[in-house]
C-alpha cells in the first residue's frame, strides 16, 4: 500500500524557518518524482517544488526560489522540505505527493499539514 505521510507544520512568526517531511513507503522510491504543494484558505492548489529522486533534479515555484530547498534522504524514503524567511503569503495546508516525473500528474497523495506564518 502506498503512504505518503507528511508533517512538520506549524505555527511560526514570519521570517522564521520550518522543515516539512513526506515519509514514504509501499513503492520504489528511488523511480519516482516527490512533489510539495499548498492550498491556502479560498485559492487554488499549487505546486511548490518537486524533486526526481533517481537523479536529484528539482524544480521550485517562483515565489520560493531562494527561501526553500526540497532535499531527499533515499536511506529513509523520506522528503524534506526546508522553508526558510517565511512570510504570510506561504500560510496554507501543504501537501506531499508522489509521480513519476515532476510537473506531470502525481498519482498518490499525503494528508496535510498546516503551515501559519503569522506577521
Known amino acids: 500500500e502506498v503512504q505518503l505521510q507528511a508533517s512538520g507544520g506549524g505555527l511560526v512568526q514570519a521570517g522564521g524557518s520550518l522543515r516539512l517531511s513526506c515519509a514514504t513507503s509501499?513503492?520504489?522510491?528511488?523511480?519516482?518524482?516527490i512533489g510539495w504543494f499548498r492550498q491556502a484558505p479560498g485559492k487554488e492548489r499549487e505546486g511548490v517544488s518537486c524533486?526526481?529522486?533517481?537523479?536529484?533534479?528539482?524544480l521550485y515555484l517562483d515565489s520560493v526560489k531562494g527561501r526553500f530547498t526540497i532535499a531527499s534522504d533515499n536511506a529513509k524514503n523520506t522528503v524534506y522540505l526546508q522553508m526558510n524567511s517565511l512570510k504570510p503569503e506561504d500560510t496554507a495546508v501543504y501537501y506531499c505527493?508522489?509521480?513519476?516525473?515532476?510537473?506531470?500528474?502525481?498519482?498518490?497523495w499525503g494528508q496535510g499539514t498546516q503551515v501559519t506564518v503569522s506577521s
Open positions: 524533486i526526481m529522486i533517481s537523479d536529484g533534479r528539482t
Open positions: 509501499g513503492f520504489t522510491f528511488d523511480d519516482s518524482a
Open positions: 505527493a508522489m509521480g513519476t516525473f515532476c510537473g506531470l500528474g502525481y498519482d498518490y
